[in-house]
């Protein structure tokens, strides 16, 4: 691996993204993300896949500057106007978070895949990272999960159509208000929920420190309907992986409901913050987020140093 004093955040940590210092106030945020789409809307599959790139960003507590499209497409079956489509509610996503487009590639391919790669800046001093927690924190996760699983409904044919609708608006919204607001708090950690699932990026946020974390299990927001689906067997095949992954530190109680692990291990797409905050200020800081619209984030655990880097449901 190429050494540089300088990348002061790279690949060994498994944190969000790269930060690079530029200067003693200035440091680079770099991040790349794109997927097939997960809903129908070609418009919304793009709001979806851009705010989802933007969230390494956000949860690193730095600001997104400028964005470069990224676009896999089946030019010989596939309208051209969906590809237009695709990108417009990109561009629409860049907007609201007051990033421009810098420019893009693309290239033929057998299905249609989109994203950004992102730049944004940073104070050195600070860096949000996802393991610098502190025992006796509280976490807060700021949207609620089960986007894998109501993805895999829509998938399926099954979706209710208003479900087709809360996960999309929750998938398409920005964290780019709940990374404005923490920044104003005494936030030890932050780390965004994506594809490991919420007790995965829970796993990544203790490495290393010698601390726990329990969940308080029926704090956790979940999206309307996926304990039920999850029980019908709508599971995306990533929870397995999810699970075989960090079985070894992820506990649950023996009151824990049959299908909760298949929640807590769901991937989510474009998911909300997890926050570790010291707890005299948690309160407010929820406080906070719900006066701004984000209705549904939830005190979900604590930090805590009795079982070693384990995770705890209880
Ligand atoms: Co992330
Ligand atoms: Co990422």
Do not use: W
């Not at 030019?75 to 237009?84: A, G, H, V």
């Not at 895949?113 to 502190?134: A, C, E, M, Q, W």
């Not at 949207?143 to 109501?150: E, H, W």
């Not at 998938?171 to 699932?197: E, H, Y």
């Amino acid at each position: 691996m190429p050494q540089d004093s300088n990348l002061i955040v790279g690949i060994e940590s498994s944190d969000d993204a790269g930060v690079y210092k530029i200067s003693d106030d200035l440091a680079l945020i770099q991040t790349v993300d794109f997927f097939t789409p997960i809903v129908d809307d070609p418009y919304m599959f793009g709001q979806i896949a851009a705010a989802n790139s933007f969230s390494d960003i956000y949860a690193m507590g730095g600001i997104p500057k400028t964005a470069m499209n990224i676009v896999c497409f089946p030019s010989k079956t596939m309208e051209i106007s969906i590809l237009r489509d695709v990108i417009r509610g990109g561009l629409d996503k860049i907007r609201e978070a007051g990033v421009v487009l810098a420019g893009g590639h693309s290239i033929d391919d057998n299905e249609l895949k989109y994203g950004l790669s992102v730049t944004g800046f940073v104070h050195p001093d600070k860096i949000l990272r996802n393991n610098s927690i502190n025992n006796n924190d509280l976490l807060i996760l700021t949207k609620p999960i089960g986007t894998g699983i109501i993805n895999t409904v829509i998938k399926g044919g099954f979706a209710k159509e208003h479900e087709i609708q809360y996960v999309t608006k929750t998938m398409s919204t920005l964290n780019k208000t709940a990374s404005d607001i923490m920044k104003n708090f005494p936030v030890s950690a932050c780390t965004d929920i994506t594809g490991f699932g919420l007790a995965g990026h829970a796993s990544e946020m203790i490495m290393g420190t010698g601390l726990g974390i329990t969940f308080f299990e029926c704090k956790i927001p979940l999206i309307e309907g996926v304990e039920e689906y999850a029980s019908m067997g709508f599971v995306p095949g990533g929870t397995y992986n999810n699970k075989d992954f960090r079985s070894s530190i992820v506990n649950f109680s023996d009151n824990t409901g049959t299908y909760f692990s298949d929640l807590v291990f769901d991937p989510q797409t474009s998911g909300g913050l997890l926050i570790s905050i010291d707890r005299h200020n948690a309160d407010m800081l929820l406080n906070e987020l719900t006066d701004h619209g984000i209705d549904r984030a939830s005190i979900i655990g604590e930090v805590t140093d009795s079982h070693g880097e384990n995770i705890f449901f209880k």
